[in-house]
Nanobody, 116 residues
Framework: QVQLVESGGGLVQPGGSLRLSCAASGVTFRNYVMRWYRQAPGKERELVASISTLGRSRNYADSVKGRFTISRDNVKNTVFLQMDSLKPEDTAVYYC?????????WGQGTQVTVSS
């Protein structure tokens, strides 16, 4: 059974940091491109960051470039999203996604709220 379990969300003040984790099980993790998406209330889900199978290629949405860093540990089957200099507009549910060919899996999401 495939599971993606996100953790690390919470309430943080503007300018603060959070580190999200997504632990994968039931998949050969190193084969999968991993992505973080987010969805704010009333908005469509948007791609935040992606990382290739070996971590050599990383891409970011313009809105988070220079503030967020995606990384992965293929031994621990985990992908991370380090979020710095957080802004209120970063408030959303953050979802982990794993893709390999026709295989596509989602986590349940973790809430990130940026507010003073």
């Amino acid at each position: 059974q495939v599971q993606l379990v996100e953790s690390g969300g919470g309430l943080v003040q503007p300018g603060g940091s959070l580190r999200l984790s997504c632990a994968a099980s039931g998949v050969t993790f190193r084969n999968y491109v991993m992505r973080w998406y987010r969805q704010a209330p009333g908005k469509e889900r948007e791609l935040v960051a992606s990382i290739s199978t070996l971590g050599r290629s990383r891409n970011y949405a313009d809105s988070v470039k220079g503030r967020f860093t995606i990384s992965r540990d293929n031994v621990k089957n985990t992908v991370f999203l380090q979020m710095d200099s957080l802004k209120p507009e970063d408030t959303a549910v953050y979802y982990c996604n794993a893709e390999w060919g026709t295989n596509n899996y989602w986590g349940q999401g973790t809430q990130v709220t940026v507010s003073s």
